[in-house]
């Protein structure tokens, strides 16, 4: 059952960006942008904890559970080292993901022509 409401709660958030993508004239960077902060203010608010209890990676594999992630280790940083380790202590964090995504996505750049949308 768990993976079932991962699956679903994950295809919701994904869902929703597609639609945003289909439906609106906002671009696919400001709803990224949007999604980490809704991870942000969601963490910022303690609510991200209960949903994440839930949903699981169905929350936290989408960029929302980046924006979470970002805060989360913003937030220990600055108990441990102020107003330094609130700028440092969040890149600290999510420093694996970020590594991961430059290395796949070189990796990608290799072996695949990227291609420009076309109106």
Do not use: H
């Amino acid at each position: 059952m768990t993976y079932l409401w991962v699956f679903l709660i994950g295809g919701l958030v994904c869902s929703l960006g597609q639609l945003l993508i289909i439906k609106t004239k906002i671009t696919s960077a400001r709803i990224l942008v949007t999604f980490v902060l809704i991870g942000v203010a969601l963490e910022g608010l303690g609510l991200f904890d209960g949903i994440a209890e839930f949903a699981k990676a169905g929350i936290n594999v989408p960029i929302i559970g980046f924006g979470a992630s970002l805060t989360k280790g913003a937030i220990a940083g600055a108990e441990s080292k102020g107003i330094i380790g609130a700028f440092s202590g969040g890149l600290e964090a999510v420093a694996g993901g970020i590594a991961a995504a430059v290395l796949f996505a070189f990796i990608f750049s290799l072996i695949f022509k990227a291609k420009t949308k076309k109106n």
